[in-house]
């Protein structure tokens, strides 16, 4: 009971007293100056922001004895009546509690009797939609046919609830969560009444802890009141509620735009050590990198309902913010609710999140990322010149190793690919090293490590081997003189050395073996084409024998001799369609 104290203490008085729900007190006195009070209102709205205030405002106005401007005055006999709760013309029922059938529909009937003393015969119904159906009824039947003197002043949290027979006769007023701003100024005024001491941010931290329930935020000021000593803390706030301050919210939030880890990490750090919920926590921090996304998207017309100190600091990192990366991360700690609620491990999820929000942006910049196997170590399949690639960049792991046995314990013998591409550094880092290197795995569907023939040829002994694994005759091929010859985007072509080779590689379990072994080697899936280097060498004459007829050609030759030049290839003009 000692915590509803502060909120009936400096309940409001008088309109002129009441924190926000400016738009109601607005049209209620007006209805007041110019007598045109009706029979029926019914308020609706979130608990703890004034609606029961506002129903008694009304009730003493309605009978108060001052001029109708002053109205109500929270002087007179009719006023302090109310604000005592004596007055017998206003009667207060909390439907709730009224559940019975008879009482409450006994009571609602009793209004046809005249006030004993004032104007009208009030009604105050709280959480009216918890009212019985015959209640319901009889209230109905009174809205019908009110008797002059009657008025009813209904409240409720679900307004859906109410049947729609009553809300078409009553007036309808919907009240607003209280915003930060007011809740801050009205606990700073209520300290300096109780001659307490409010540390910096923590008027702010309990008007967030509210969410825009003025009961809630003085229901919380009175707990921290009986702790004595005269001062508010933020510690003793975080204490009670687990709440964090602002500032480690901010700060938090300034270590994802810097990609601070170590700064992000000891704010973590800080919140956990101080016991706050961690939980609590996570929920403010995508609140608030909400509001820097929503500031971010419209800078102007974003209104900000915190503490002015907060508003300032979320408009900074709305400038410093790269939307993408807002999204990333809040779809990243949105979903740290739930992991946090099943986890074991204390903070750890929340850590990883961030951990991951400030080093993976680049994984996954506009989806969330393809959970992609990721490959072990890629196993070595070259073994020599590695004092070259030691100082090298990370290559990235081409290969999964598909045998149990390392591969690089083989050294592989002189393969005839190797003799053209001998002492270049063929590891040179590939097009793709530097985005993936701290992705640690390829995402499939999306960039795959280039391949050229080069790194083919020094990934073919590896790959004949596991060939072997599968099909000895086809190792056997292979190695009698079938060998990479050229890489594009979705096909390796393979030359052969005779057309009988290539007529044997070209049977179509040995092309979907190799297709299959490739896929394992490079993560990616290649069409097999082959070509007979005979046939490579036919077709290489037979174009040189169309060029030498072109040369033949008057106009050719025309052209060769006023530009001093040679033909080097022919094109066939394109149709136009
Ligand atoms: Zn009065």
């Known amino acids: 009971m000692a915590t509803q104290a502060l909120y009936r203490r400096y309940r409001s008085q008088t309109f002129d007293e009441l924190v926000g729900q400016e738009h109601i007190v607005r049209t209620l006195r007006n209805a007041i100056v110019d007598g045109r009070i009706g029979h029926a209102y019914i308020f609706t709205g979130p608990r703890g922001v004034g609606k029961t205030t506002v129903a008694r405002l009304l009730a003493k106005a309605v009978n108060c004895l001052a001029e109708p401007a002053e109205r109500p005055c929270g002087t007179c006999s009719m006023c302090t009546a109310v604000a005592e709760g004596s007055a017998v013309d206003v009667i207060e029922m909390d439907a709730a509690s009224h559940t019975s059938v008879d009482d409450a529909r006994e009571i609602i009937e009793r209004v046809q009797f005249r006030p004993a003393i004032g104007r009208y015969k009030v009604y105050i119904i709280d959480e009216v939609h918890m009212l019985s159906t015959a209640a319901f009824?009889?209230?109905?039947?009174?809205?019908?046919?009110?008797?002059?003197?009657?008025?009813?002043?209904?409240?409720?949290?679900?307004?859906?609830?109410?049947?729609?027979?009553?809300?078409?006769?009553?007036?309808?007023?919907?009240?607003?969560?209280?915003?930060?701003g007011d809740t801050v100024a009205h606990l700073r005024e209520i300290a300096v009444q109780e001659s307490i001491t409010l540390e910096d941010g923590a008027a702010e931290a309990i008007a967030r802890a509210a969410t825009g329930s003025m009961r809630d935020a003085l229901s919380i000021f009175d707990q921290l009141m009986s702790y004595g000593g005269g001062t508010i803390t933020l510690q003793q706030i975080q204490g009670l509620l687990g709440v964090t301050a602002a500032q480690e919210i901010t700060a938090l939030t300034d270590a994802l735009l810097d990609a601070d880890v170590g700064a992000a990490l000891s704010v973590v750090a800080r919140v956990a050590a101080q016991g706050a919920d961690i939980r609590q926590f996570s929920r403010d921090i995508?609140?608030?990198?909400?509001?820097?996304?929503?500031?971010?998207?419209?800078?102007?017309?974003?209104?900000?309902?915190?503490?002015?100190?907060?508003?300032?600091s979320i408009r900074s990192q709305a400038q410093r913010a790269q939307m993408a990366g807002l999204v990333a991360w809040l779809r990243r700690l949105s979903e740290l609710d739930f992991e946090l609620r099943t986890s074991p491990y204390g903070q750890l999820p929340l850590e990883l999140a961030v951990v991951?929000?400030?080093?993976?942006?680049?994984?996954?910049?506009?989806?969330?990322p393809v959970p992609a196997a990721r490959p072990q170590p890629a196993t070595p399949t070259h073994t020599r010149s590695e004092p070259v690639r030691s100082s090298e960049p990370a290559r990235p792991p081409l290969v999964q190793p598909v045998r149990s046995e390392p591969v690089s314990a083989d050294p592989a013998p002189a393969e005839p690919a190797r003799a053209h591409a001998p002492e270049q550094p063929v590891s040179a880092p590939t097009r793709t090293?530097?985005?993936?290197?701290?992705?640690?795995?390829?995402?499939?569907?999306?960039?795959?490590p280039f391949i050229d023939v080069t790194d083919l040829t020094e990934r073919w002994p590896a790959i004949v081997r596991d060939i072997r694994a599968k099909n000895r005759n086809l190792e056997a091929l292979i190695k009698s003189g079938i060998h990479p010859f050229e890489v594009s985007e979705d096909a390796v072509t393979l030359k052969t050395d005779t057309d009988w080779l290539l007529a044997k590689v070209q049977e179509r379990p040995n092309i979907l073996l190799i297709e299959q072994i490739l896929e394992r080697h490079t993560g990616k899936i290649y069409r097999i084409r082959s070509v007979?280097?005979?046939?490579?060498?036919?077709?290489?004459?037979a174009k040189r024998e169309i060029l030498r007829d072109t040369s033949n050609i008057p106009i050719v030759k025309a052209a060769m001799n006023v530009f001093d030049a040679d033909v080097v290839g022919i094109e066939t003009p394109e149709k136009e369609d």
């Open 137 to 180: 009824n009889a209230l109905l039947k009174t809205l019908e046919e009110p008797p002059n003197h009657a008025m009813f002043i209904l409240a409720t949290t679900e307004i859906h609830k109410v049947p729609a027979t009553i809300l078409s006769r009553c007036q309808r007023y919907t009240f607003n969560r209280h915003n930060v």
């Open 286 to 312: 995508v609140n608030h990198l909400r509001l820097v996304m929503l500031v971010k998207a419209d800078p102007q017309g974003t209104e900000l309902d915190v503490a002015e100190s907060e508003a300032d």
């Open 356 to 368: 991951e929000a400030i080093a993976a942006p680049r994984l996954a910049p506009q989806s969330t």
């Open 433 to 448: 090293t530097e985005e993936r290197s701290d992705a640690g795995a390829p995402v499939l569907g999306e960039r795959v």
């Open 532 to 541: 007979a280097a005979t046939q490579k060498r036919e077709a290489t004459n």
